[in-house]
């Protein structure tokens, strides 16, 4: 007979999982735990859970209706990252990406690069509601301009990271950015309003943090690089504007809340139209004479999509930034999601993330300690379920009516959820943000994640904001209905 799992035993999964992944990429594969053997903890820890669901008279079928249900809610993630891997394919054959470095060495320095990334990507993702997106397109340029002045790749991401978490989180178009009043029980716009409150200050300190890095950076020799790199890539490719085109349809296109898939597949075909238009040249090189015409463009070009694919450069640096993986270099990453969301299904299925999350519960009696529990069921599911949605939606079910008891208006929760649940999401390996994010940019989560300030500070700044009693609106639980 099933019953409800005691604290003790929903624990075990959740050691054995820690204690083995901490042993894994600290002292045996580090950077590389991700290309298998973190994804075969993940599916153990899984295993792990069920015999102890088993042993508490929860149903295989149970878990298994669990484990299918968590997958499914990430496919169209999966294939999302999928034809991420197809666009920075095209857009790397059709001098998109080269183009965007070329001008970009132009327009930035080395000491305001690492502010000026935050602060476009911020406005690119604010503008289209999708971090993912944003860092997909803006963020893989940025990267390369960034590497081609001599800045450190993981400082680079952390910036580009930060920017798009902060536009998406605070978008009226972000998904995530609906589903936590909706959680909550607020409204859009009220959650928005009430979120700029921690969200402001902790992007100007992450902009202040950025700012002060950048003093490091600037060299004439970090600068004359960059000038070979510009001069190899106008070698190299037919450098113009006219390409300029393609993310802006795309950008446009989120903005018109096109889906993401279909926005994407549209920059995926335009990036393949613009390589024959404006690169004809280096298709012809590329294919060194074997094959011609229609026949070279379409081995490039599906090369470019689907498999790992290069352009060669004398430039070593060069060389790095003028590859692709496809969308064969996604793959690692979706095999990493799909032991993550089987983990996750398992632990939601047998009730075990309930039970960890009513037992500290029990443990806050004041406002700072309910806000500061909140957040830390956030990362918990983070890290358990491996999903930011359901790090949004379980807390937001949980806590609500603890909020309307303790007197907090249903904002305060919203916000609370956003800080923690929607911007830690990045920085766990194993969740389907930080290895998404991981695989786009080709840096280690636990590389970038340090420096992704705006990440670390939110949950932060909205605890602090719980302990000094600063924007927490009340209400008079007497006078609302009774909660569900």
């Known amino acids: 007979m099933e019953k409800t799992p005691s604290l003790g035993k929903a624990l075990i999964p959740i050691l054995f999982l820690v204690v083995l992944l901490a042993y894994n990429v600290i002292f045996v594969f580090g950077d590389s735990a991700l290309d298998g053997s973190n994804q075969l903890i993940l599916l153990l820890s899984a295993g792990v859970a069920a015999v102890v669901g088993i042993s508490e008279g929860i149903p295989w079928k149970k878990m298994r209706d669990g484990i299918t249900h968590s997958i499914a809610s990430t496919v169209p993630s999966l294939i999302l990252l999928l034809f991420i891997g ?4 095209t857009w790397l054959v059709s001098g998109i990406i ?9 327009l930035l320095n080395p000491t305001i690069f690492l502010v000026a990334s935050c602060l476009i990507c911020a406005i690119v993702s604010l503008a289209t509601g999708s ?6 397109t803006v963020g893989i340029a940025l990267l390369g301009i960034g590497k081609a002045m001599g800045i450190s790749e993981a400082i680079i991401g952390g910036a580009v990271i930060s920017g798009a978490y902060f536009g998406d989180k605070i978008s009226p178009m972000s998904d995530t950015t609906n589903l936590a009043p909706a959680m909550a029980g607020t409204d859009l716009f009220t959650h928005i309003r009430y979120m700029l409150w921690t969200t402001v200050p902790t992007i100007v300190i992450t902009l202040i943090i950025f700012l002060f890095i950048g003093f490091n950076y600037g060299s004439n020799e970090e600068m004359s690089g960059a000038l070979a790199i510009q001069d190899e890539l106008a070698s190299t490719f037919y450098i113009t504007p006219w390409v300029f085109l393609v993310p802006l349809a795309v950008i446009v296109m989120i903005v018109k809340k096109v889906p993401a898939i279909p926005a994407l597949v549209a920059g995926v075909l335009l990036g393949a139209l613009f390589a024959v238009l404006f690169q004809g040249d280096l298709i012809t090189a590329l294919t060194a004479g074997s094959s011609s015409g229609f026949e070279a463009t379409y081995t490039v070009l599906m090369d470019a999509m689907t498999v790992s694919f290069s352009i060669p450069a004398e430039n070593p640096m060069l060389a790095d930034l003028l590859s692709s993986g496809g969308m064969s270099g996604m793959l690692n990453t979706v095999w990493l999601i799909l032991c993550a969301m089987a983990f996750g299904g398992v632990m939601e299925s047998t009730g075990f993330l309930a039970v960890l999350s009513h037992a500290l519960i029990k443990k806050a009696k004041s406002t700072t300690a309910l806000v500061g529990t909140t957040v830390a069921t956030c990362l918990t599911l983070n890290v358990t379920a491996s999903d930011q949605y359901l790090a949004i939606v379980v807390p937001g079910r ?7 008891k303790r007197g907090l208006a249903p904002q305060v929760l919203s916000r609370t959820l956003e800080d923690s649940g929607t911007v830690t999401s990045v920085l766990v390996p194993w969740n389907t943000c930080g290895a998404t994010q991981a695989a786009i940019l080709g840096v280690a989560t636990l590389s970038y994640a340090p420096f992704t300030f705006f ?19 009340r209400i008079d639980p007497e006078t609302l209905p009774e909660a569900a």
């Open 398 to 404: 949980m806590y609500a009516p603890v909020f309307k």
């Open 86 to 89: 197809a666009l920075a394919g």
């Open 131 to 136: 971090s993912w997106s944003t860092i997909a």
């Open 98 to 106: 080269p183009a965007m470095i070329y001008y970009g060495l132009d």
């Open 455 to 473: 990440c670390i500070l939110s949950p932060i700044m909205t605890i602090a904001f719980a302990a000094f009693n600063i924007k927490i609106s």
